[in-house]
């Protein structure tokens, strides 16, 4: 039961940034490409790269419930791989089909490369 309401606590913290982050990234860029949930995706790659590389470092017998909290929680709302989908089908749907393929292709590699460099990151500072 604790590591549910950590993971709900973190999932709350997590979907309000992710709809700051993509409220900031429309007003600053505007709505004609979805940079707010590209961002969130590739900033949570990295920091879920550099969380599980700290973690599996520190040797921390809280390990089970921070992992629930913020990579579940925290993460797991920030991220927003259903949006994602969704920016996918809609840009699909206006037959801006090489948007789309970029979109995919440059979410889903920088999202991978983000998470081995926040590893990379987190295996120097803490190793």
Do not use: C, K
Request: glycine share 14%.
């Amino acid at each position: 039961m604790t590591n549910l309401l950590l993971i709900a606590a973190g999932g709350a913290i997590g979907a309000v940034s992710r709809h700051l982050t993509g409220q900031a990234f429309l007003r600053a860029v505007g709505p004609d490409w979805p940079y707010g949930t590209f961002a969130v995706n590739v900033i949570g790659g990295l920091v879920m790269g550099g969380f599980i590389g700290w973690l599996a470092q520190a040797g921390r017998a809280d390990a089970n419930e921070l992992r629930a909290f913020f990579a579940v929680g925290i993460l797991g709302g920030f991220t927003t791989f259903s949006a994602f989908s969704l920016d996918v089908v809609v840009m699909i749907e206006r037959r801006a089909y090489g948007d789309a393929i970029g979109y995919v292709l440059a979410s889903v590699i920088l999202s991978i490369l983000a998470l081995f460099a926040g590893l990379m990151i987190a295996r120097r500072l803490f190793a």
